[in-house]
C-alpha cells in the first residue's frame, strides 16, 4: 500500500516520522522497514517517531515499535516517541506491554530538546 | 439508540475497520476516552487473531443493558480451526504464531467480562461486554 507510506524527514542527525493515519499491518510493517533502512542510509543518531494521531495501539503496533528501537539500538541510534495519547498509553500498559526500553516524551518540541541532549552527550562520549 | 454493527474481517484493513467500529459505538454509548481505547484495543486484538488464525469472520458490537446499566458487547466468531485448550490461550505469552501471546490474555483484561467458547474444527466465538462506568 504505497499510499498510505508514511513519511520520514531528516533534519541533521535526526530522522522525524509523524504517523498520521490509523495503521493497518501492512503499513506499519512497511515503516518499520523503510524506517530501518533510512536509519542505516543516513547514519542517523536520533529517531522520533510521532504517535499523536494514533488512537490505538494495540500488541501489534506495541511489538513493532519496540522492534524498531531495538534494532535502532544496535545500529546506535535513539529513539524517542512523542505525543502518546494518555488513553493509549494506559490500554498499552494494561494490555501488558510496557516498552521499558522505549523513551517517551509529551509532544514532538519535548522530543526534539530530549533527542538534542540524548544525541550531544553521546557525542561526548565518542570524542 | 445505536443500532447493532457488524464488520467481517477479510483482510489487515478489516481489522482497522472493526476497531474503529467498536470506538465509534463505545462514543456513540458514552465511554469514556479511556474506555473507547480499550474497547477499540481489545477489537483489534481479536480481529487480528481471526485474521491470522481463521481467516475469516465477523466482528459484531451491540449495545447492552443490565439492571438499568448499560455497556457494549462485542462477538467475535469465526469457523476456523478451533482452540483445543482455552485455558492455555489465556495464558500471558503463549502463542502459536511467534507473537507475544499477549492478545487474548491483554483482550480479557481490558473488558469487564470476557468469555470464549470454542470447538476444534468447528470455529471459535469469543464474547466480551464493557460496562458504562
Ligand atoms: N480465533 C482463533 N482461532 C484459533 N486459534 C486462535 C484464535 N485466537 C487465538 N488463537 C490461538 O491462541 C493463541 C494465543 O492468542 P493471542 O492473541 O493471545 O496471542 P498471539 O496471537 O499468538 O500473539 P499476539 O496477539 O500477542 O500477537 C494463538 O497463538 C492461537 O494459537
Ligand atoms: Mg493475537
Redesign the interface.
Known sequence: MDSLRIPILKIGDILIASIQV?????SAVQFKDDLLQKIHDTRAKGVIVDLTAL??????IG?LIADIAAMAGLMGTRVVLTGL????A??LV????ELPRVLTALNLEKGLSMMQRLTEESGDDAA | MTQPKTAVIRSDLDIVIARTMARDAAKALGFGAIDQARIATAVSELARNIFLYAGTGNVSVKEIERSGRKGIEIVCEDQGPGIANVDLVMQDGYSTSRGMGMGLPGAKRLMDEFNIRSQEGVGTTITCRKWRG
Open positions: 490509523a495503521l493497518h499491518d501492512a488512537d490505538v495501539v494495540d500488541s501489534f511489538r495519547q494518555p488513553a493509549v494506559i490500554t494494561e494490555l501488558g506491554l
